[in-house]
């Protein structure tokens, strides 16, 4: 199997961290697109919302995700907004993607006033955010892990069961 495995889910569900524990086990490369942005951009994720705006990044995160398609077995963690656009939703729904499903309590927990996450506000604001993407998540992913009550061995287990337990 030569294409890439595409992890998606909210903010705070561990797309990085299942992610690189993923490509451990199956000895691929990992790719988180947040730092492609980054690397891109040469500035922070805050600093590119606050000085160019949303739909800029937007944008570059495109970019960043249709090149990925040059790239041979890698997994490849996304930013939680990456089903806000068509464009990246039709991308996805061609690949393996995993939807990374957890409560909205659980997340909140984790995401709650991050400097580092621009859209991390008030409750409220979270919540809402949650709810329109949630529908994106479950069409988007082509395979979803509830991971509610999961270790993240679990997590990784159930990936790589679902991928036919190749390695
Ligand atoms: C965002 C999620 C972030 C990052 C940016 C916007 C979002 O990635 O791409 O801050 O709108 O949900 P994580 O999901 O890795 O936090």
């Known amino acids: 199997m030569k294409t890439n495995i ?3 889910g909210f903010m705070g569900s561990g797309k990085t961290t299942i992610g690189k524990l993923l490509a451990d086990q199956m000895q691929r490369h990992f790719i988180d697109l947040d730092e492609e942005i980054k690397n891109y951009e040469k ?3 805050p600093y590119i919302f ?3 705006g949303e739909d800029y990044f937007r944008e570059i995160e495109s970019k960043v995700l249709l090149q ?3 790239i041979q077995l ?3 963690s996304t930013g939680g907004g990456i089903i806000s656009r068509e464009i990246n939703r039709k991308f996805l729904k061609k690949q393996q993607t995993v939807y990374l499903e957890w ?3 659980t997340l909140y927990e984790r995401i709650e006033n991050d400097p580092n996450r621009p859209n991390a506000k008030s409750y409220e604001q979270l919540k809402c955010l949650y709810e329109s993407r949630i529908d994106f998540y479950e069409s988007t992913g082509t395979y979803r892990v ?5 270790s993240k061995k679990e ?3 159930e990936v790589i069961k679902w991928l036919g337990g190749e390695l």
Not at 146 to 150: H, M, Q
């Open 43 to 45: 500035r922070s994720i």
């Open 68 to 70: 990925t398609q040059d």
């Open 6 to 8: 595409y992890l998606i």
């Open 50 to 52: 606050e000085t160019k």
């Open 155 to 157: 997590i990784v287990r």
């Open 103 to 105: 409560d909205f309590g």
């Open 74 to 76: 890698g997994i490849v």
């Open 146 to 150: 509830s991971c509610e009550n999961k």
